[in-house]
């Protein structure tokens, strides 16, 4: 949206004719090419969220002599349904008499709630019959636009719609505009604007993804990367970074915010009076929508980028089905196995019965009341019980619902366990979050342990749970990169990455345990980074998929570090006594003692009812001895 009262200078161009660039490794809609997800508004609340936009009110016209004011009220901009089961932010465009202006719309920014410098950005948006008069548009400028006004923050116009070009040549619903504006004055201002004829109408009542890849080199845009993902991009940038004051490159290596409105009229449709603006008519009852199915932010973690929000964004799961990608469903593509010990991390479903943690440093407990039961020598045990304040379960978009608890829970918590069945095929998500009260995980290393029971006894094949989707709480450029692991018979495939598989355990209604530390998650999934400091965000979020109804059960979730030079034991089942020290495992009664690594495969047997482990090397293993069983982490 220029603010300038003139008219852009476009470069008139058909797809076809766009000039020849060369391959974009990036392109590609959703995590590509390095890229991964760090804020995301998938327009699933009930109302807009104020801690990340903020709702414009005025009738000045937008610097453009535009004819509408912009309100506040329901009519004009509110979240709901399509029509068609997708939940958006929705801008409405209505003819009637309000405030002196002859129409009323919709326009939001996140200034100062949400901005980023560099990265990837997208929006899936479904745009009405813009016919004459109508100028929907996705952009961004600089957030310190309050300090040095416009053109100084600079302006990246990443989807216009509307022009008059395309009115005259009457290929309104193909016809679009990036553009970028920049410079010290407003009324004689540098901008570079593209025009495209793209060859299929995006104005066809069906959702299309707008994309901006922004890093230090360049700006460039697609449309329908989901579709055509080595697409060419419809405009194009270089902004080399500069102190030149008249180059593109001194203003657009800052913070960004973003901006969706639907204006009517004005200088970009050169239409200046209410007569001319036949798009809102007794037909469509003198109103057009536009719909904003989600907006999402990408980067690679690089220290050119930043990313500051008042709130997290939307934790990850579902895409709300608009180009995304498949969330999860059956996911038989794809999986399978990673294979050998080092990925092998889930215990005998047969270590089922009770879970009690002792001789622990720095217990994080995650749900459940069984605080007493987990001794911390030497230090505290942080109790992160959800409190639907600052920390709270939450279920993705209705895609999971509460299930029955009749089932005997982990010993160790006697107030009930998470259980969900799936409501939603495809994918389904849910996540502990922790917000305004941080939680301190600075002693978080590499040996720290995540622990997690799971259940499933009705076919549930497969799960994802996604650790650490978070950031250092009060410093949103700190952030996590979280965790992705595959719980289940098969991998859980997102977005066509297939987690890694730590275990392989049938859905026979057992408790089993996932017990890893971050050092192996690490090794499992390379771009895992946790941060020291206090943690805000998704501290846990997990997915699942596939046929409505499967149910899948957590309990006992939490994070510990052994004691110092202790080997730290989970009592899997009692029926005799074992004793495990640094040195030996006992067990009084048995003649026969078996160490197993967590593959199932032996370690080491003795006939005797001491077993000698000083040269066992570090890690998580099974001590059998007659019936007795004990999960052993050895340091």
């Known amino acids: 949206m220029n603010l300038s009262k003139k008219l852009l200078f476009m470069a008139l161009a058909s797809c076809a004719a766009l000039p020849a660039v060369a391959k974009d490794a990036q392109v590609g809609t959703g995590e590509t090419d390095g890229y991964r997800l760090v804020w995301q508004d998938l327009f699933d609340d009930s109302e807009l969220r104020p801690d990340r936009w903020n709702i414009e009110v005025n009738g000045s016209g937008g610097g453009n002599n535009e004819l509408q004011f912009y309100t506040d009220r329901k009519s004009n901009v509110r979240l709901g349904d399509d029509g068609k089961g997708n939940h958006c932010l929705i801008l409405t465009a209505v003819r009637e008499v309000y405030s002196g202006k002859q129409f009323t719309s919709g326009r939001i920014n996140s200034k100062n709630k949400v901005a980023f410098t560099h990265g990837k950005v997208e929006a899936a948006i479904k745009l009405p019959k813009t016919a004459n008069g109508l100028w929907p548009a996705f952009w961004m400028m600089g957030n310190d636009f309050d300090q040095v006004g416009w053109p100084k923050c600079g302006e990246t116009d990443i989807m216009e719609f509307g022009h008059i070009d395309g009115i005259n040549r009457g290929v309104q619903d193909r016809y679009f505009n990036g553009a970028c504006h920049w410079g010290q004055s407003w009324n004689n201002h540098p901008n570079y604007a593209r025009a495209v004829t793209y ?62 409105n639907l204006a009517v009229g004005g200088n970009f449709p050169n239409i200046g009076d209410a007569a001319g603006i036949t798009a809102l008519n007794n037909g469509n009852g003198n109103q057009a929508s536009m719909y904003v199915n989600y907006v999402k932010v990408y980067q690679k973690g690089t220290a050119d980028e930043s990313l500051n929000t008042l709130s997290p964004g939307d934790s990850q799961g579902g895409d709300n089905n608009q180009g995304g990608g498949n969330q999860g469903g059956d996911n038989n593509q794809g999986g399978g196995s990673q294979g050998g010990n080092e990925s092998q991390y889930v215990c005998d479903p047969a270590l089922s019965n009770t879970t009690s943690v002792g001789k622990l440093y720095d217990v994080v407990l995650l749900d459940g009341a069984g605080v007493e039961s987990l001794r911390a020598a030497g230090k505290t045990v942080q109790d992160l019980r959800m409190d639907d304040a600052n920390r709270f379960f939450y279920i993705w978009e209705n895609t ?51 622990h997690c029971g799971l259940r499933t006894a009705n076919g549930l094949r497969n799960a994802a749970l996604i650790i650490g989707d978070g950031y250092v709480w009060g410093d949103n450029n700190n952030k996590w990169s979280p965790a992705k692991i595959s719980v289940g018979s098969e991998a859980f495939v997102d977005n066509g990455t297939a987690f890694p598989l730590v275990g392989n355990f049938d859905a026979d209604g057992e408790w089993v345990a996932v017990d890893i530390t971050l050092g192996q998650l690490k090794k499992l999934w390379p771009s895992f980074n946790y941060k020291a400091g206090g943690f805000g965000g998704n501290i846990l979020s997990f997915l699942a998929g596939g046929t409505t109804g499967k149910n899948i059960s957590l309990d006992a979730v939490y994070f510990y570090t052994p004691g110092n ?19 030996t495992v006992n067990a009084a009664g048995t003649d026969q003692i078996a160490l197993y690594n967590l593959a199932g495969q032996l370690v080491k047997k003795v006939n005797a009812s ?23 982490v050895l340091k």
């Open 400 to 450: 999971f619902a509460e299930a029955d608890q009749s089932y005997p829970g982990v010993e160790m918590h006697t107030d009930g366990y998470t259980s969900l069945d799936v409501t939603n095929v495809g994918w389904s998500g849910a996540g502990f979050c922790i917000v305004n009260a941080a939680a301190d995980l600075r002693h978080f290393t590499d040996d720290t342990h995540f």
């Open 565 to 583: 030079g202790e080997s730290a034991v989970a009592d899997v089942v009692a029926d005799t006594d074992i004793i495990v020290t640094a040195r």
């Open 199 to 260: 060859d299929y109408s995006l104005q066809d009542g069906e959702f299309h993804i707008y994309t901006c890849i922004w890093d230090q080199n360049r700006i460039a845009m697609y449309v329908d990367l989901d579709k055509h993902p080595d697409a060419k991009p419809y405009y194009e940038m270089t902004i080399p970074a500069t102190g030149d004051t008249g180059a593109p490159g001194y203003y657009f290596h800052k913070e960004n915010f973003i901006l969706f």
């Open 610 to 632: 001491i077993m000698g482990i000083e040269d066992i090397a570090a890690g998580i293993y099974i001590v059998k001895a007659g019936n007795a069983v004990k999960k052993v």
